[in-house]
């Protein structure tokens, strides 16, 4: 039976976890702080480290950046060797920078016109906690995610939902980001499979829709994102 990957609100994932040593996360967050891309829709910054290139006029495409050629040679080969075969076409990819003692913002990480489509994002916290990620439920109250530790694990990004870091040290999420389609091919069927028979899974039933959940959209593009964006690729 083929299950309906858009009935997916949290999977824990049947994959190996990714060590990375949190010093290094923390002196490149720190040191290179020009170089991060500044996420006020979500209340983080990101180490951007397969991004699209658009410093050559006429062309687009996405690379390594310096960041997983230099610094995160590690999380380059995990993305490759666990990532690709049930993603396809390698996406964005991004660590998630929260620091410490900060809410984010709630949001729905999706366009209006892509909210009927499957949603699923692709996260494993390498530094933190998973059960600080919450989904909002039609009251507007925050429905926590088990702790599940490193483990890899898919959300629905479309549901409305957030992140708070109430410790004193800074949390690292590894995410895949757009254009990722989630297309049903038979790697992600097949891990999707085997998740659920060995972790279980949260699905949409067990939680209900505010009525006005359009109020968590994302805006257009930051300016700010932008002239980031050229630095990186400068």
């Known amino acids: 039976m083929q299950h309906d990957l858009k009935e997916i609100l949290f999977l824990p994932l049947d994959l190996p976890s990714l060590d990375v040593d949190y010093d290094k996360l923390v002196e490149v967050s720190q040191s290179m702080k020009g170089d991060l891309l500044p996420d006020e829709y979500r209340g983080c910054e990101h180490i951007p480290i397969r991004w699209l290139d658009t410093s050559i006029k006429g062309k687009k495409e996405y690379i390594w950046t310096k960041f997983a050629e230099e610094q995160f040679p590690e999380v380059k ?21 929260t620091p410490p003692n900060t809410q984010g913002l709630d949001h729905i990480d999706c366009d209006r016109d892509d909210f009927d489509e499957c949603q699923l994002k692709f996260r494993t916290v390498l530094h933190g906690k998973t059960s600080t990620l919450y989904f909002l439920n039609e009251k507007d109250e925050k429905e926590h995610a088990p702790e599940i530790n490193k483990q890899p694990f898919l959300m629905c990004g479309k549901w409305p939902h957030g992140l708070d870091n109430s410790t004193d040290k800074y949390k690292f999420t590894l995410a895949i980001g757009a254009p990722w389609k989630c297309d049903p091919i038979p790697e992600l069927i097949s891990l999707v499979e085997k998740s659920k028979l060995k972790y279980g899974w949260h699905d949409k039933s067990q939680i209900r829709l505010m009525p006005d959940y359009e109020k968590y959209f994302k805006k257009e593009k930051l300016k700010v994102v932008q002239e980031a964006e050229k630095k990186i690729f400068k």
């Open 77 to 97: 080969q995990y993305i490759i060797d666990h990532v690709q075969p049930f993603v396809g076409g390698l996406p964005r990819v991004m660590i998630i920078v």
